[in-house]
């Protein structure tokens, strides 16, 4: 692919998959800039990062029929984006359990009020 050697393009994508985590991750943190409780911040950051990953991954959806075809860029940028490290199972589940705390956390403090 793209004239490189098979452990060169698995190299760049690792790379481009890490680099697209700390995007995502810098993204959900200017998101939440806003908020003063740090438990909460924590818990919207880690469910920013699966919302901002599933919307991107979308977007990049184009990618997939281009892996199909066996496009190489194509190939290239769905790889990398379906490599970070907030994409997959996991992840979503930590999110759900991170929304589930945070909605507890905010109706015990409204009745707390």
């Not at 690792?14 to 800039?33: A, K, R």
């Not at 880690?46 to 990049?60: E, P, Q």
């Not at 907030?86 to 909605?103: H, K, N, R, V």
């Amino acid at each position: 692919m793209l004239g490189l050697e098979l452990s060169e393009v698995e190299h760049w994508i690792n790379v481009y998959g890490i680099i697209f985590s700390i995007l995502v991750i810098s993204l959900s943190i200017n998101f939440t800039f806003f908020i003063k409780d740090k438990i909460n911040r924590l818990l919207l950051i880690l469910i920013c990062t699966t919302i901002i990953t599933r919307i991107i991954n979308r977007v990049f959806a184009i990618t997939y029929i281009g892996l199909m075809e066996q496009q190489p860029l194509l190939t290239f940028i769905f790889k990398g984006t379906d490599r970070n490290i907030f994409s997959g199972l996991i992840p979503f589940c930590i999110s759900l359990i991170a929304l589930i705390i945070l909605i507890a956390r905010l109706i015990y403090k409204r009745k707390k009020i």
